[in-house]
């Protein structure tokens, strides 16, 4: 009986260590970083630094969201993470595209504070002024929150047909802000958001005209560039930036501003910090609060910054959910980004080229690379 005893029981005994057989491997964790985005990252980053060049890494993944040429962190103002793609380093001055508004916004701040122009006034445009034009009704403030009425197709089918396209290439190249000015409005001025690219253009020609009366292309374009130099970039030591002009002197304020990614991540510092410089207020206070004051017609954008809320359609043009309510960002066309968080003293940039298609998963992978960063309690 009892060796029939011993029969049973001496399987169950085995048991557990056949059990422990199944269980001697430990569930794989996250794969190393690669040594290119570890050795890219300071030893101090404020977050954990295999984490964060895990997150580096993903941006780099050509498949998943195209060509990242330039990837720059900062915290506190200092730089903590910075990789760049082949064929681009430091020296290289990248296109803005879109992020170019941003720098437009800032100057028609700095001219509002000049006491140059009038944010509630009637847009000084000469052909909206004459009598029983609807249009002399715009102001400063509506076409600084992309709500200003006029007729604007910012994409099309076929793509040569959008306003943009025929602005910035084709028939509107040689006077963009004559051409952005000629259309009629489409909608009650103040009453709809619609994002356009002209609207940057008609503002960089207000602020030529509130430095200049001349209409020689030289000395619009030497009067802006001058004023910016003296105001702005210099004062913020963003030494790279390089402004292009069209044919009759004004400044592409919509697309067309190239600077190295230092000086990016430099307009995301001075936008984050309230537009002061090293403790020297440049731009007054007030205008930052402007521009990251949500427009009425959008939550989600405010005066030529995009800002961290879903959109009126519910889509997401950075991370909410994922970071501070406050962070902000200046975007581009294909994928680039001037990312500020306030509360998480952060500042990401990230430049390269992104098809309509991986933009989701570009901004899925930046918000999860912000997303490591705390935030400060308010």
Known sequence: MVARRLSHIL????????????????????????????????????????????AIDALFD???????????????????????GSDYGPQTRFLGWSLSQCFTGITIGLLVSDGRLSRDESAPIATWQRSGDPRGEITLRQLLQMRSGLRHAETADPQHASDTVRMLFLDGRDNMARYAQSQPLESEPGGK???????????????????????????????????????????????SVVTEFDAAGTMVGSSMIHATARDWARLGDFLRNS??????????????????????????????????RPQPDGRAMLFPGKAPENLFGC?????????????????????GFTSKEQLPALR???????????????
Not at 62 to 84: C, D, N, Q, S
Not at 340 to 350: A, E, I, W
Request: charged share 20%.
């Open 331 to 351: 975007i581009g066309e294909h994928g680039q980004y001037v990312i500020g968080s306030p509360d998480q003293k952060l500042t990401v940039v990230r430049l």
């Open 193 to 239: 958001f619609e994002y356009s690219a002209a609207t940057s253009i008609i503002l960089a020609d207000i602020a030529a005209r509130a430095l200049t009366t001349s209409d020689n292309p030289k000395r619009r374009s030497a009067a802006l560039s001058n004023y910016m130099k003296a105001r702005l970039l210099e004062p913020a030591g963003m030494a």
């Open 364 to 378: 899925n992978l930046l918000g999860n690379l912000v997303a490591l960063f705390p935030a400060r309690q308010r």
């Open 62 to 84: 050509k498949e998943a969201v195209g060509e990242t040429r330039a990837l720059l962190v900062l915290r506190g103002g200092r730089v903590v993470a910075r990789r760049f």
């Open 11 to 54: 399987p169950l005994l085995a048991l557990p260590s056949l059990m422990a057989c199944g269980q001697d491997k430990a569930p794989a964790g996250p794969p190393p970083p690669s040594e290119a985005s570890l050795s890219a990252v300071s030893d101090t980053p404020g977050t954990e630094r295999e984490n964060l060049a895990r």
């Open 275 to 308: 537009g002061s410089v090293k403790g020297v207020q440049i731009l007054p206070r007030r205008w930052i609060d402007f521009m990251m004051g949500p427009s009425p017609r959008n939550p989600g954008y405010g005066a030529h910054v995009w800002l961290n």
